[in-house]
């Protein structure tokens, strides 16, 4: 008896998706899919079109994903239910953030700026102060979360990151872009092939020493958190090899 009351409990507390989720994570997918339009729509060359719309696609599934597992967790916190957090759903969460910070930022800069030019300058200051919202809202949400305190090891690449895109987007204001696009192109495979090395080797780790069995949700979070980066290093290395050219 005290058997399956605890076996109950354990599955109580076992997050799972519900047609609300789901509908979530089809209105995330649609609203990234109207503010970003695929790079390699239209284009002529096959190339060209293939890289792109791979990559469109896998970051259109990477933040529906995201989208949707912020929301079924921040649900389940709401109504007070006490859940099983295993480190696959903190990084859906923390992709949820990214996800949300982005396209605000995209909303915010269509909204306000469309194609103005005249507002450049504004528009590149209004990024700035975007990438420092995105900064202290993924370290927020790395931090406040809870998970192994060694997985808070994957927030270096992903902030280093958006520490790089920072200061890209301040030398724009600045007149250093060139100096500041050069480091930047150079040093971003890097931080992304990081990003895959240390996500990889925590979940070894992770899978060897947490003496229980992840769910299911568990692994999508880890699969699309991996995903993330082999994405943007696709578009990197097609550009290095100048089929973009």
């Known amino acids: 008896m005290e058997q399956m009351e605890m076996s109950q409990t354990k599955n109580d507390r076992q997050a799972r998706l519900t047609l609300l989720d789901l509908l979530v994570g089809t209105a995330a997918a649609a609203i990234f899919s109207a503010l970003n339009n695929s790079p390699g729509v239209g284009n ?36 007070g239910w006490s859940t099983d957090f295993q480190p696959g759903h903190w990084l859906l969460c923390l992709i949820g953030v990214m996800y949300s910070v982005i396209m605000t930022s995209l909303l915010f800069q269509q909204v306000v700026f469309g194609s103005a030019i005249e507002n450049l300058r504004m528009k590149w200051l209004s990024m700035a102060v975007f990438q420092v919202l995105h900064l202290w809202a993924y370290l927020t949400a790395g931090f406040l979360l809870p998970v192994r305190s060694w997985w808070r090891i994957a927030l270096i690449p992903q902030t280093l990151i958006i520490l790089a895109m920072l200061g890209l987007v301040i030398s ?12 930047f192109e150079r040093t971003k495979p890097f931080l992304l092939i990081l990003d895959i090395v240390v996500l990889l080797t925590l979940v070894v780790w992770d899978t060897w020493t947490a003496g229980q069995r992840r769910d299911w949700i568990h692994w999508w979070g880890v699969t699309v958190a991996v995903m993330m980066s082999p994405a943007v290093l696709l578009l990197e290395f097609s550009n290095w090899m100048g089929w973009f050219t």
């Not at 190339?47 to 696609?57: C, H, P, R, S």
């Not at 724009?172 to 480091?183: K, R, T, V």
């Open 172 to 183: 724009l204001n600045s007149g250093n872009e060139q100096i500041a696009l050069f480091w």
């Open 44 to 79: 002529t060359r096959f190339a060209v079109e293939l890289i792109t719309n791979i990559y469109f696609i896998t970051t259109l599934l990477i933040f529906a994903s995201g989208g949707t597992g912020l929301f079924l967790f921040a649900r389940r916190w709401w109504n």
